[in-house]
């Protein structure tokens, strides 16, 4: 089934002040997160005041002389776990500037799949609280206390939850109301509707033998979004055949993944 419309009014988050998406972050390395801030679509978004990404790093949570923020884990085993108080006291101090009512998340490997319907979801939300683990992770008892959301970026695992954390950044911010452009819609985007993006020409007009589809170069917008929708069926069915199970055609998409089997048959028996 096709999710809720990805791209929502700025009215219907509860900000309170209006269009400005406050993201705080929980993270050991700052630095990480920074270039995301920084450049492109989300560095332009917080230029804007469209987007404001906060940081607390657990370290200045912590009261002795080393400033540890992990520790051995119980009942033995590899590595070190991010410890109870100084990773509570950053996450605290951050929802004092959130509004009530951020979706709060823990990047793990072993959440809830980030995807498009759950970026849309964010993208709604009057906020986001990330924190990133490092080590093996943190301890269980922080995600039970501040009922965090686990949330994995694919099955692998990470070294730490900052990259998680920029991904997930990026993919809401594309979905905020005035992040971009008309031109760049994020609605286009692959994922947004439950299926794969179409491909993409731009100019020369020939290069190399292989010519632009003459489809896009007749400026009839019907016969293009046909073209369009046909070709964003055809890839899904062949790529990611599980999207299209869980999506139900209208007539009009499915009129036009039969015609593109048939092409893509007669294609491939010509080659
Ligand atoms: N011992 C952990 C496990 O088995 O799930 C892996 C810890 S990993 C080395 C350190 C941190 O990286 C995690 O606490 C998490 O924040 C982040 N991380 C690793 N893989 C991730 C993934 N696939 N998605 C989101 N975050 C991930």
Request: charged residues 25%; proline residues 6%; glycine residues 12%.
């Amino acid at each position: 089934m096709p999710g809720p419309p990805a791209v929502v009014a700025a009215e219907t988050r509860n900000t309170g002040k209006s269009d400005m998406y406050p993201i705080g972050v929980v993270s050991l390395f700052a630095e990480l997160i920074d270039p995301v801030a920084q450049h492109g679509v989300v560095g332009r978004a917080c230029e804007r005041g469209l987007i404001e990404i906060l940081h607390e790093s657990p370290r200045a949570f912590t009261s002795d002389r080393h400033r540890t923020v992990d520790d051995r884990p119980y009942g033995g085993g590899p590595g070190m776990v991010l410890c109870y108080e100084p990773t509570r006291g950053a996450i605290g101090a951050l929802r004092q500037r959130l509004p009530a009512g951020v979706r709060a998340l823990v990047l793990s490997a072993q959440g809830r799949a980030f995807d498009g319907a759950l970026a849309a979801e964010l993208a709604r939300a009057p906020g986001l609280l990330l924190v990133a683990g490092r080590y093996e992770g943190l301890d269980e008892r922080i995600i039970e206390a501040e009922e965090l959301e686990e949330v994995s970026v694919g099955d692998y695992v990470l070294s730490g939850g900052e990259l998680a954390a920029a991904v997930v950044i990026d993919a809401v911010a594309r979905l905020l109301p005035g992040v971009l452009g008309h031109e760049e819609s994020g609605m286009r985007d692959s994922h947004m509707d439950g299926l794969l993006g179409y491909p993409q020409y731009t100019r020369p007009e020939v290069i190399d033998g292989m010519a632009v589809p003459e489809v896009l170069l007749g400026g009839n917008h019907e016969r293009i979004r046909r073209w369009r929708l046909k070709l964003a069926l055809g890839r899904t069915w062949r790529r990611r055949p599980d999207l299209l199970r869980a999506r139900v055609l209208n007539e009009e998409e499915r009129e036009l993944l039969d015609e593109y089997r048939v092409e893509s048959a007669s294609a491939d028996q010509n080659s």
